[in-house]
């Protein structure tokens, strides 16, 4: 891809769906207004289960905790009748995730969220913290037990209104998603077989941490292990034609290379983590940390770089990793490059199926009277458990948890007020999609 094509990618991909600003305003029926209630008179519980929740430590590590959370939440649906189930995690290293279905009828419609945080027990933000009326600072309230307090919000007005019956509803909530068990195929194995069984999915992180944007397109993860090696020899024979550059300038070589082929398309990045280099080296890759030891007149033997690499399709994946290597393969003189890849969450490449959901969702906004719903740019975006459905759920949208600032630090805050509008929006739009034809 040139990198005009890129830039119009992106300039694409923050418009929005033609007709959605034109479009008149469509009236509310009886089971609609009857939402809006329900979600109104019960707000004061929907922030009370918000504020138990994010209470319990539930840290990707800390398997109990996020079992306690899983089980409070497996309660609410147990209560609007779901059939439940916690699949353990002992196979992939974590806690497991909790799996919900309910109805036979209507297309099927899968839910997206996840019970673990970035907070382990021993980081200081550990509790929900009021700060005024309108916000609350504490470990997931907005990454992402606000999105999961939405998604149980939502379904409990549309029960109330008498509209739960006439859906196929799966649930699936991760117990590992900010560190995702190993191996990764099965611990993603139950949203796969899900998505299969799936017409549209709907994810509920926070997205920009704006209420008025959602996701349709994710770029995917990778991660890359660089290892150069030179030839050892005392630093005042460097570039000898015996010796060569050592390891540290072919590492430099390569990593300069990649920023000149490879920086200009606005939608792929990759990123040098962690580099050591020396006469020894040891870098666990996987905890990406790792030791060296050398001297100042030592020409360095070795060196190696820990890097991820971020895409928005496989097809662009496919290309970065081609162009480095052929970098990595043209080495300084007695020296040697190798680069190998991981592949972790997929691309959610933009799809005209998600747009035409992303507009029925913003025309749901509009209509309650909430204004348009933007694109989030998928520059800022990070990977999602969304992504695993892309290629495989017709329809696809992200990002409609609930919306505030600091994420993944001791500063994240939601914005509460934003809470029932949010749930509101959801649920319209779920009552909205049962009425449309399911796939054969």
Known sequence: MRIATAAFLVTTLLRPPAGMAQAPTTPLDQIERSILRHVDDHNAEALALLEKVVNINSGTMNFAGVRAVGAIFRAELDALGFTTRWEEGAPYGRAGHLIAERGTTGPRILLIGHLDTVFEPDHPLQRFERLDSNRARGPGTTDMKGGD??????????KAAGAL?????TVVFHGDEEHTGEPKHLARATLLEAARRSDIAIGFEDGDG?????VIARRGIASWLLTSTGTPAHSSQVFREDIGAGAIYETARVLQQFREKLSGDPLLTFNPGLALGGTAVD?????VRGGASGKMN????????AGDLRTISPERLVYAKNVMRAIVADALPKTRSEISFEDGYPPMAPTDGNRRLLAIYD????DLGFGPIGIDNPARAGAADISF???????AIDGLGLGGTGGHTAQETADLSALPMIAKRTAVLLYRLSARPAAP
Not at 149 to 158: E, H, R, S, Y
Not at 165 to 169: E, F, K, L, V
Not at 210 to 214: I, T
Not at 363 to 366: E, K
């Open 363 to 366: 025309r749901v906004s509009r």
């Open 389 to 395: 459905t892309s290629g495989i759920v017709p329809m």
């Open 210 to 214: 704006d209420p008025a944007s959602a």
């Open 149 to 158: 307090v939405i998604v149980v919000q939502a379904l409990k007005a549309l």
């Open 165 to 169: 019956d006439r859906m196929r509803i």
């Open 298 to 305: 030592i020409v360095a033997e070795r060196m190696m770089v």
């Open 283 to 287: 870098l666990d890759s996987a905890r």
